[in-house]
């Protein structure tokens, strides 16, 4: 079978692993130099904690056997399973942990409670005051900027796997996608994996597609001088990640409100290091479009403040801030949106913030459902 992929991205580059790994050949389409999407503006997290129990937790924890597998064969991806620790500063953060690991999921996802001295043991550099930690064994870190160049990379070995950067594809069909420089491209399935470029062919498609666009903002840092163990996530990450939800969550969100500038940004602190030393750090979550083209200081201001409190120390220089857009699912019971928009032409988008982490588990159900 010859597949054409639109969408140079993760999902879009791992849908065209799955095809590779299945035999067939790929034709693979993007309309930028380079993937600049959300694929390359996150963190490069592998995010077990936190999923919810059902799809989300499943793909989640699926994702990150073959994230492991993968990078076995594709070293520089920088994959590393390095864990992370949520960390916990007051009574009503911990009872929320607590209730969380009670669950019978908890072992699942390699979810202990530590207290202070443990998560200490764990990440030294955690010198802020807390008094605890939730460490999740299960969670691990890729190289964003790079996984995707290494990934194709590893694909063109194959010699089964054709990459055409700088292409838009304006018009598709049955077993066909047409580019901005005319030329036709032929095969026997097409699958759309464009991200959060909603307009355009995909509204032609899909005109009430029930996906909404995320806008966030994130920043990274000079490298640091020592070496963070694991990733890092502050106790506002609970309030984020429908894993959480409970009684207590309930509870700490009456007694323990976010300050303002957090509440109205929808701020999580998820902190991991890059290989070369530097710190990514986010992030915020914008619903309403349009969106402002700005970005805002005091959500940095903000971010910057957590991360130090948590290190203890005051942080390296910061050298990038950007923004970032993604697509996101309307039915919260669903990873992902997929559907079969016209005969032999599939459309997959939508995972949200689990892009980077579910896509191989995503691109293998995909080719379930086309081979179903």
């Given at each position: ?5 639109v ?49 989300d ?25 390095n864990?992370?620790?949520?960390v ?26 530590l ?22 064994e ?77 806008r ?28 959480y ?9 009456a ?68 923004a ?49």
């Open positions: 079978m010859r597949v054409l992929i969408g140079g991205g993760v999902l879009g580059t791992m849908h065209a692993l799955r095809a590779l790994e299945r035999g067939h050949e790929v034709v693979h389409l993007e309309r930028e130099a380079e993937a600049r999407g959300a694929s390359v503006r996150n963190f490069g997290l592998i995010w077990v904690s936190g999923r919810e129990p059902g799809p937790l499943e793909v989640a924890m699926r994702a990150r056997q073959d994230w492991e597998r993968i990078a076995a064969d594709v070293p520089d991806l920088g994959f590393r399973g864990g992370s620790l949520t916990l500063r007051t009574p009503g953060e911990m009872a929320v942990a607590e209730e969380f690991v009670a669950r019978p999921d908890a072992a699942e996802r390699g979810t202990k409670l207290d202070a001295a443990e998560a200490r043991t764990l990440n030294p550099a955690l010198r802020g005051e807390m008094l605890g930690a939730l460490w999740c299960q969670d691990g870190a890729v190289e964003s900027r790079t996984a995707q160049p290494a990934l194709r990379a590893h694909l063109a070995k194959t010699g089964r796997y054709t990459w055409f950067p700088g292409r838009e594809v304006r018009d598709v069909g049955e077993g066909w996608v047409r580019d901005d420089t005319g030329q036709r491209h032929e095969g026997d399935l097409v699958v759309l994996c464009t991200g959060a470029a909603l307009g355009g062919l995909v509204k032609e498609l899909r005109p009430e597609l029930p996906v909404r666009r995320v966030l903002q994130m920043m990274q840092t000079d490298p640091l001088d020592e070496q963070l163990t694991t990733s890092l996530a502050d106790g506002d990450s609970m309030r984020y990640y429908r894993g939800r409970g009684e207590k969550l309930d509870e700490l969100n007694a323990e409100p976010q300050p303002p500038v957090a509440a109205d940004n929808g701020m999580q602190l998820l902190l991991v290091q890059r290989l070369h030393g530097g710190l990514t750090i986010g992030d915020t979550h914008e619903y309403a479009e349009p969106f402002s083209f700005d970005v805002h200081e005091d959500p940095y201001e903000h971010l910057r403040q957590r991360a130090e409190e948590l290190l203890g120390r005051p942080l390296p220089r910061i050298v990038r801030r950007w970032g857009v993604y697509a996101q699912t309307a039915d919260k019971s669903l990873v992902v949106h997929r559907e079969q928009v016209l005969a032999g032409v599939w459309l997959v988008t939508g995972p949200g913030g689990r892009g980077m982490t579910c896509s191989p588990a995503i691109a293998a159900d995909t080719w379930q459902e086309v081979e179903g």
